[in-house]
Every structure is written in structure tokens, then in C-alpha cells.
């Protein structure tokens, strides 16, 4: 494995409670909300009462898919209007009233560039019209700085829609629609206090079918994977002021685009003619919730759910596994491994665009190397992210640390290589303050570090 710059999602100590851009926006994230219990029976009767007024899903005009050996097309889809159908409120499950409440806050986004299009999904963050998103599905992944962006509310009307910012780094995006009011907020939890096994219900556009539910559990916390990104600015190696983060090779299974032939659908967008994404510069290591909720093109910047119907990420990848029986190498969809970035992480983010126009990230100031590719290895009895240089003047300096020191957690979240590392340093806000543990010539040390700003 070839050097990395090192690098870190935000401690639970970490996380700052959402501010509405405005007095008005219904914006809110659940640090600041009292401790919830989950499957709360009175409110799940509630809200299945009210879901009887609502309409359905029509099924006509579902795209197919038409593979060819040199793109990738589907065919006209119009789903319809997203609203959750009850057809028997009495008997309606917990999955269906979290459905009904969280539906009107999730919107299709259909992005039209100038040789591709795609479909995504969105999460209403203030009722004046802020949207939360992925960067790879405003720009369809790196093909475009300026697509028109259309967006379909749950209840079917059609918005037009500018990007507020992106941030590659961490795939989260923000677009306005243009003359809305009255959109319903979504409520957003604390991703610190959700734990593996976890009810996760995702809600979003799978291949341009508007409104589509699925559930599953939260398989996984803290799970850090690199995903291959053409948005993100590529990657110097010296770990001082890359763009790029990870350590993550171009073989890595987890993708954005990846989708049937050619690599235009992953879980990014899907659903308008499409032609393959720009080749990828760059890597980006991400601190992600795993979940095995199916999660498929189109479901890109979607909501994760709890139990509460309250957000606790936004669905951004999945794992893809080859076909076998394509001659073009060719993916298939959700197998049961998709990955949500942590609500906490797309709050700080999502603020920061709103207010400056874009986000920072933390940086290290130095370069990693998983601990068993270290040469040293064959010795250590640890596992961790070694590093193998750091900067002059750079936080790690600073801090004291120096190579052949063996990270082995910031801010107690587990280190287990130089993609941990990464994801949770870039995770965190630039100029924050995190605590590494550490192993130097066999024993273990703490150290504070004040982090640099990525550039």
C-alpha cells in the first residue's frame, strides 16, 4: 500500500446542534432534544390515523432499465406523486407510520447536465426551501459544475432549484428551491447515541420511482470506506494540503456511479439517459453508517431514519458486487451493504454551506500507513494507522507526534488503518480539537491535538 495522508466522524462530544439560517426555518437536529425511547406506540397511532388521508404511488410509466454494451439508458419514468398509501390504518406497522411523517421531508432531485442526467434524492432541511443532498448527485459525479436541477416535492410539485455549495470531501451538497414555502422540515437525530441492530429505514428514488420505502438495521457504526470521487481535487500523497483523503485504491467496491454498464448509476443518480462519469481523480475516505436497508441508484442523498422517523443519515453508496454473467463488467444493485453519511456530520456540513457557501475539514499534517503494510509490523502488537511522516509546523508536529507512532483511536472511535484515520479527521471541523491514542515503542500515550484546515 502506497503512503496516505492520515486523517478522522465527530466525537459524540463533538456535535453541535443545528441553527436555522433564518428565525422562521423549522430546522432541528436532536442534540438538542431530550432523550428519545424508541417505538413510541402513541405517536406511531398517531400518524398512521393521519396517513389515511393521503394518496398512493401510481405505477405506471416504471423505467427499465436497457443495457447496451456502450451505455447505459432508462426509459421514461413518471412515478408519480410520492405520498404513502393506507390502505388499512388498524393494522398499518411502525415502518408505515415513520413513512407518513418523514415522506414529506425527503424530494426527488432530477439533475440534467449537458452529455448526462441522473436522479437523486433530497432532505428538506428549513421550509423556505434548503435541501440537503450529495455533491455527486448535483454535479453527476464530477460531469458538470452547472446542471439544470429540478426538484419533485412528495406531494408532486416541481420546483426548480440552484446549488447553494457542495463539498466533495464529504459528498454533501445544499440546493434552494426557488419560490417555495411551507415545506415541512426534517428532524434530524443524533447519530452519537444510535447503535448497531437499530431499526434504519431509508426513503428516497431508486432508479427514478419517487417515494420508495425500504427498511432494514444499522449493520455497522463508524465504518470508514473510500469511495472514487471526479468531484473531489486529487491527491498530492504528502498529506500537508491534499484535497484528496484515504488510502482507498481504485478496486475499492464501494461506489457513487457504479451501476450497470458503464459506471453511471451506484447509488447516486439514476433515471435519465446517462453516459460514464468522468474518470475519477481522487479518493475520498468517508466515516459512514453501514445498513443493509436496500439502497439503490437514486437513493443518493436520501434519508436514513430511525425508529422516530427522525434522520440519522444520508444515504450516499453502496457496495456493488460484479456480474458474472455481463461481458462488460457491468454492476449489480443493492446487495445489502449501503452506507449513509452520520446526521451529525451532515449537519455540520449543511450549516456551514448555508451560512458560508461551503464547509471545512480537519487535517492531520501528516502521512499514514496501515499498520500491518508498515514494515515494522512483523513486531508490532497493534493495530492502528502508522504514520509514517508528518509536517513541520502541522498539527501533528505540534502535538508531539512523530513517525513510527501507531494511531490507535481520536476521540475513542477506533483506528484500524489509514482509512480511519482519514475519514474521521476530515469528518471534523477544521481547527477543531480531537484526542488520539496512540502506541510508541510499545506504550500507549494520549496526546491533544488542534487540528489544521484542509485546503
Known sequence: MTDAPNEPTPAPSSYSSATPPS??????????????????????????????????????????????????????????????????????????????????????????????????????????????????????????????????TNDGRLYTANVVGTDPIDDLAVVKLQGVTGMQPAKFADSSKVNVGDTAIAIGAPLGLAGTVTNGIVSALNRSITVASSAAPPTTGDGGSSGGSGSGSSGSPFDFWNFGQGGSGGSGGSGGSQTPSTPAQSTIALSVIQTDAAINPGNSGGALLDSDGEVIGVNCAIASASDSTSTTGGQSGSIGVGFAIPSNIAIRIANDIIKTGSATHGLLGATVQDVTTDGSATTSKVVGASIQSVVAGGAAASAGLKAGDVVTSINSIPVTGSTDLTAQVRALQGGSKATIDFVRGGRSMSVKVTLGTLK
Open 23 to 152: 428565525p422562521e426555518d423549522n430546522y432541528e437536529a436532536s442534540g438538542v432534544q431530550p432523550e428519545k425511547k424508541r417505538n413510541k406506540t402513541g405517536l406511531v397511532v398517531a400518524a398512521v390515523a393521519v396517513a389515511a388521508v393521503v394518496g398512493g404511488v401510481s405505477g405506471a410509466g416504471i423505467g427499465v432499465w436497457a443495457y447496451s454494451s456502450n451505455s447505459e439508458t432508462v426509459a421514461t419514468s413518471g412515478s408519480g406523486p410520492a405520498s404513502i398509501t393506507v390502505n388499512d390504518s388498524k393494522n398499518a406497522t411502525s415502518i408505515t407510520a415513520v413513512a407518513v411523517k418523514a415522506s414529506p421531508s425527503v424530494v426527488t432531485i432530477n439533475v440534467t447536465g449537458t452529455d448526462a442526467a441522473g436522479t437523486g434524492s433530497g432532505i428538506v432541511l428549513t421550509s423556505d426551501g434548503y435541501v440537503l443532498t450529495n455533491t455527486h448527485v448535483v454535479t453527476l459525479d464530477g460531469e458538470t459544475g452547472s446542471a439544470k436541477i429540478q426538484v419533485e
